[in-house]
């Protein structure tokens, strides 16, 4: 129980952290008067002032803060600034105020690469050999033999066996240049994939099997780049099918996270930074709905501010706040919810 807290309040506080730095960082880039950076919530425990900005920790460790000027009040009121100050948030161009916002979600993507990188450099990266070759097939015919490993489908970089099979499945009856490596050399192959006549794929008759090994630094960095985007475009496509009604939503809250969180820290801390990449990812798309107080929200109404060509009112403000927070509300609830159920049926099982 101990080590499930505390590792999920290190994961979590990582990745508000790491959001909260890309508002800062941009925020103070674009020329906005940041009057706090803070980690945790609740009562200070601890300040300092430097250039301009109060840095703080707080007694509630879960999550991290920026308060800028224009936007947010500060606690002493000392501390504010004039409403028509050129370092206010609100005085600021949309799109000083639309990187600021977005800077976000971006470092989560950044942080998300980087942890991935760490991880592969430490266990190696996957590679795709051919494990068998069936003889008057595509492949054979081609000269691949067992043993080789690929490395570019179709004039592009192969990271993983499931690229491997998308480019393949994905060319049926069109020629492609797949690069493998034997002995130390790297041999070209030009292949034609023939068609499935039940699902109409590519095929080329091989038996592929992936196998992990260690890699250069530069190489393990284009993995992490290729996986992120792999994780990330995989929970939007997800978000779309359950948005549709193609598939029914499973969304984990926060008392699931914090089991799986605890889960995989006893797997390891390479588990754990691999789970912790992951959640970066998908927080950080998840910032970007476009809901009221979610980055995206923000984002939503800053554009409507651009077309419109004057900002929502202080009134119109507040009340797609409150909107985006009950929102994010229900969906917390139904979160939590559904984690309560999963562990009552796990408790009974």
């Known amino acids: ?37 803070s980690i945790g919530f609740g009562p200070r425990f601890f300040k300092t002032k430097r250039g301009g900005v109060i840095y703080s920790l707080r007694l509630l ?6 308060k800028f000027a224009g936007l947010d009040r500060p606690e002493d009121p ?4 004039p409403e028509n100050d050129p370092a206010s948030f609100r005085n600021k161009p949309i799109w000083a105020r639309i990187a600021t916002v977005l800077a976000g979600p971006l470092m989560n993507f950044i942080a998300a690469v980087v942890i991935f990188a760490v991880v592969f450099i430490a266990i190696g990266v996957p590679a795709t050999m051919i494990k068998d070759v069936e003889p008057g097939r595509p492949a054979a015919a081609a000269g691949m033999l067992p043993g080789d490993r690929i490395v570019e489908v179709a004039g592009r970089p192969a990271r993983g ?32 994939p023939e068609r499935d006549p039940s699902t109409g ?33 995989g929970l939007v496509r997800a978000l779309a099918r359950m948005a549709t009604g193609r598939m ?14 605890g889960q995989t820290a006893r797997l390891g801390l390479t588990n754990l930074l691999f789970l912790t990449a992951v959640l970066n ?21 800053l554009l409507f501010e651009a ?5 929502l009112t202080e009134s119109q403000e507040t009340l797609a706040r409150l909107i985006g927070l009950a929102v994010i509300g229900l969906i917390i609830l139904f979160a939590t919810a559904s984690d309560i159920a999963r562990l009552s049926s796990g408790l009974r099982g």
């Open 61 to 66: 460790p879960l999550g991290a803060f920026v």
């Open 1 to 37: 129980m101990l080590l499930t807290l505390l590792s999920f309040i290190l994961v979590f506080s990582l990745f508000a952290f790491v959001h909260e730095l890309g508002h800062f960082v941009a925020g103070r880039a674009c020329g906005i008067k940041v009057l706090e950076f």
């Open 307 to 311: 077309i419109r060509r004057r900002p």
């Open 281 to 301: 990812v998908n927080l950080g798309i998840l910032n970007l709905l476009p809901i009221p107080i979610l980055d995206g929200g923000w984002i939503i109404m």
């Open 78 to 81: 000392a501390e504010d600034i």
């Open 161 to 192: 066996i499931g690229e491997v099979r998308e480019r393949i499945m994905s060319s049926p009856g069109r020629e492609i240049m797949v690069v493998v490596e034997r002995d130390g050399r790297r041999v070209p192959l030009r292949i034609t």
């Open 248 to 261: 029914k939503p499973d969304v984990a809250g926060p008392i699931g996270i914090a089991q799986m969180v």
């Open 201 to 233: 794929s590519g095929l080329i008759g091989v038996t592929l099997q992936e196998v992990w090994g260690p890699a250069p630094v530069r190489e393990s960095l284009a993995y992490a780049w290729s996986f992120t985007r792999s994780v990330a475009s």
